[in-house]
């Protein structure tokens, strides 16, 4: 459908795309955020360097790892261990708030706007930053629920209180064996709710807000819409980016936004329809 060599739009300064960009805001009918890892990164969310220091200096000392990322595929020899791990890192990431402040500038951004979000995170950022939670479509999973590793069934399960304890209780990088989690249904190990392979659960929630990201775009199909895609990355471009650009090519009165540093494009069909901005989205945003 798209010709293979992208356009990188270019403006003769940021202020200039700024204002272009709050003119298409101003006159959207509707907006629909995309939101990749990169906004996260933007907002403090890093898995590695300092922030991965601050919290898993230990871990690195003993199984030599130097990243978060790197660390949940790392080979634990005990369910105690993978847990210490994995306890920590979602205490971290999904039940700390983001160090600095892009989700509600993002936020103050759509106050008043007919918006709806689509994000491949799995940190709970939007929730905590205050969205309404009925305009979030969570498509790969939440730091915040298990799910059985059969799975056995199609349900979800909060996992606040025993991540809390296991972060809390655990000692030489282990938790205690009887805080490993099990399926309450079936006994079977409890995983995280990430979608990582065709085992991942897609629970009546899931669904719900499927249907209302896909009722959303219907009922706006035709319309001046503006597509806003912040941080996403290639990893899962079929989701949201390509999904984007289909979207504003079967739709002459959409447009295309992309904040993203070194990654900001789009295909020449929808260029005339696009703004791409190289640039930190975190400055972007103070900026607005």
């Known amino acids: 459908m798209y010709s293979r060599t992208s356009t990188i739009n270019s403006t003769n300064g940021f202020s200039q795309q700024i204002d272009r960009l709050l003119g298409e805001l101003d006159t959207a009918e ?3 955020v995309g939101a990749g890892a990169g906004l996260s990164a933007a907002a403090g969310f890093t898995y590695g360097g300092e922030r991965f220091r601050e919290h898993f200096a230990d871990f690195e000392a003993r199984y030599g790892f130097h990243d978060m990322y790197t660390g949940g595929f790392h080979p634990y020899d005990t369910p105690e261990e993978y847990w210490a791990y994995w306890s920590r890192n979602i205490l971290v990431n999904r039940y700390m708030d983001a160090p600095l402040p892009v989700y509600r500038r993002l936020l103050a951004l759509l106050e008043g706007k007919n918006y709806f979000v689509l994000t491949t995170n799995v940190d709970h ?3 905590k930053a205050g969205f309404d939670k009925a305009r979030l479509f969570y498509t790969q999973g939440d730091y915040g629920l298990f799910q059985c ?4 069934c ?3 399960f909060d996992n606040e209180g025993t991540v809390r304890a296991m972060a809390a209780r655990q000692q030489n990088l282990r938790i205690p064996s009887d805080l490993v989690p099990r399926c309450p249904r079936c006994g079977r190990p409890l995983t995280m709710n990430l979608r990582v392979d065709d085992a991942f ?3 009546e929630g899931w669904y719900a807000a499927a ?7 219907r009922r706006h199909r035709g319309c001046a819409i503006l597509y806003l895609e912040l941080g996403v990355g290639m990893n899962t471009p079929g989701i949201i980016k390509f999904n984007f650009w289909r979207q504003v090519h079967q739709n002459r009165k959409a447009k295309y936004v992309c904040i993203n540093r070194g990654q900001s494009y789009a295909p020449h069909e929808i260029e005339k329809q696009s703004l ?3 640039a930190d989205i975190g400055a972007i945003l103070s900026e607005l």
Do not use: N
Request: net charge negative; proline share 4%.
């Open 30 to 32: 509707a907006v629909v």
């Open 125 to 127: 950022c939007f929730q």
């Open 149 to 152: 590793s059969g799975p056995c």
């Open 154 to 156: 199609q349900e979800t």
């Open 201 to 203: 659960v897609q629970d």
């Open 211 to 217: 249907r209302r990201y896909q009722d959303f775009v």
């Open 276 to 278: 791409c901005i190289d």
